[in-house]
């Protein structure tokens, strides 16, 4: 995670951020490009993205020259807070983070001397060695409230009183339950962070090469 936070600060100085807009699994951002005609930023932004993925052509499901608009669908990886690694610090075979796989839609406007660009995110899912599959207990969104804190803490309470858990003791249990608040909203600045990162990343993409040297 502290590799994660330089490379934000980093490019937070290097290229200011413009203002964000979340709801719930959504995140979007609107930025300037002076001097710029849609065309020519819908063309910067087809070549940024092309470097950005290594699989392009698979990754850019809609591209329109004439509504300059690209609708790309690609796969990120999560680190979700492992909860039972906090019940249980000296688990060796379990880790601080999992990541988690989150599908996720990035949808791009342009107009003359802007752009838009929204990512969406799809909820969850871990697979383990053995394939079997677990998703998260909470939804992929970035604006959890305190209602939903509250609802999740109640889930935690139901999960630990199962059948299964009747080994573990109290105080194990509600280390689980107590998690849960700090799981989620480090969860949720991560999914903020990941879209951060690649905002920027490709808003560096596109200002690097329209202000490249002759060579």
């Known amino acids: 995670m502290r590799k994660l936070v330089i490379v934000i600060f980093y490019l937070l100085i290097r290229y200011p951020l413009y203002s964000q807009t979340i709801m719930e699994n959504k995140i979007y951002q609107i930025y300037n490009v002076p001097n710029l005609s849609s065309e ?15 699989d392009s052509e698979d990754v850019i499901k809609y591209i329109n020259g004439n509504t300059k608009k690209i609708v790309v669908k690609a796969q990120a990886l999560v680190p979700v807070l492992d909860a039972y690694k906090l ?24 107009k003359d001397e802007k752009y838009r660009v929204e990512l969406i995110y799809q909820n969850g899912k871990y697979t383990d060695s053995s394939l079997t599959e677990y998703k998260l207990p909470f939804s992929a969104r970035m604006d959890f409230t305190a ?29 689980y339950i ?25 808003y560096k993409q596109i200002y690097d090469d329209i202000n490249q040297k002759e060579w």
């Open 40 to 54: 020519e930023i819908f063309t910067e932004i087809h070549f940024a993205l092309s470097l950005l993925y290594q």
């Open 87 to 110: 019940m249980n610090p000296n688990e060796t075979v379990l880790s601080d983070y999992i990541d988690y796989s989150h599908n996720y839609t990035l949808i791009i406007e342009v």
């Open 147 to 175: 209602e939903d804190i509250q609802e999740i803490l109640q889930k935690a309470r139901i999960e630990m009183s199962q059948d299964i858990y009747l080994m573990t003791s109290r105080r194990k249990k509600e280390i």
């Open 178 to 202: 107590q998690s849960q608040p700090k799981v989620v909203k480090e969860y949720q600045q991560t999914l903020i962070d990941y879209a951060t990162i690649f905002f920027q990343s490709l």
